[in-house]
C-alpha cells in the first residue's frame, strides 16, 4: 500500500521557535510538495521539489523554507515561527513520466498551532 | 494562470438526496481534472479524475464528465450518505506542469 507519511499530527510551538515538519513517501515519487490548507482557502502551495535537492518556490513562500536531500524525504521549515502559520499542512508526492495524470497522493496532514 | 472556480458551502443534504458539486476551471492547454475529498481527520485522497474532454470519472457512487465546452467538471451523486459528509476539492493539472491547481473546497454535511 502506498503510502505519505508526515512526521507529526499535531504540534504546538510558540512564537520565534524553529520548527520542522517531516514527510516521507514509499512510492519512489520525484515530485513532492508541501501545501497549506485554510478554511476557505482551500490549498496554497509553499513549495515544491521535482528532484533531490531541488526545490522551487510555490504560491506562498515567505516565513517558509525546504530541505530535500533524500529522495523520499521533504521537510517544511519555519526559521521562526509565528501566530499567522496557525494551519494545517499537507505534504504530497507524485510521479513523473509519460503517461502520468500529476495526481498527488496526500499525508494526513499536520496541525501546527502557534501560540 | 490555470484557476479552479467551486460553489460555495457549506452544503447540507439529507441522506439519499441527490448532490451536485459544481467546479470550472480556466486553463491553457489540455488539463487533466481531479476531485479529491477529505474526511474529517484525514488527508485528501483522490476521488475520481478524467484527463481528456468526454471522460467521465467515477468511483463510489460519485460521477465527473470533463466538459471541455463549458470548462466544468461537476461532481454528483444520486443517492447521498451520512458516510459522504466531507470536504470536497476540485483540482487540475496541466500535462507535464507537475503541479495540481485546487479549488477552495466545499464542505458537505448528510443529516441521518
Known amino acids: 500500500d502506498v503510502k505519505v507519511t508526515q512526521s507529526s499530527r499535531y504540534l504546538v510551538k510558540r512564537t520565534g521557535e524553529k520548527v520542522f515538519l517531516e514527510c516521507v513517501q514509499d512510492?519512489?515519487?520525484?515530485?513532492m510538495f508541501w501545501y497549506r490548507q485554510d478554511p476557505g482557502l482551500g490549498l496554497r502551495l509553499i513549495y515544491f521539489?521535482?528532484?533531490?535537492?531541488?526545490?522551487e518556490k510555490g504560491d506562498i513562500p515567505e516565513g517558509y523554507s525546504v530541505s530535500r536531500e533524500k529522495k523520499e524525504r521533504f521537510s517544511l521549515i519555519l526559521e521562526s515561527a509565528s501566530t499567522n502559520q496557525t494551519s494545517m499542512y499537507l505534504c504530497?508526492?507524485?510521479?513523473?513520466?509519460?503517461?502520468?495524470?500529476?495526481?498527488?497522493?496526500f499525508g494526513e496532514g499536520s496541525r501546527l498551532t502557534v501560540l | 494562470g490555470n484557476s479552479v472556480t467551486q460553489m460555495e458551502g457549506p452544503v447540507t443534504l439529507s441522506e439519499e438526496a441527490f448532490l451536485t458539486i459544481n467546479c470550472t476551471y480556466t486553463a491553457t492547454g489540455y488539463p487533466s481534472l481531479f476531485w479529491y475529498v477529505q474526511y474529517p481527520g484525514e488527508g485528501l485522497q483522490l476521488l475520481l479524475k478524467?484527463?481528456?474532454?468526454?471522460d467521465k470519472g467515477s468511483n463510489k457512487g460519485f460521477e465527473a464528465t470533463y466538459r471541455k465546452e463549458t470548462t466544468s467538471f461537476h461532481l454528483e451523486k444520486g443517492s447521498v450518505q451520512v458516510s459522504d459528509s466531507a470536504v470536497y476539492f476540485c483540482a487540475l493539472s496541466e500535462r507535464g506542469a507537475q503541479k495540481l491547481v485546487f479549488g477552495q473546497g466545499t464542505r458537505l454535511t448528510i443529516n441521518p
Open positions: 504530497a508526492s507524485s510521479g513523473t513520466g509519460w503517461g502520468n495524470t500529476g495526481e498527488l497522493f
Open positions: 521539489s521535482y528532484d533531490v535537492k531541488m526545490k
Open positions: 512510492m519512489d515519487h520525484e515530485n
Open positions: 478524467a484527463t481528456k474532454a468526454d
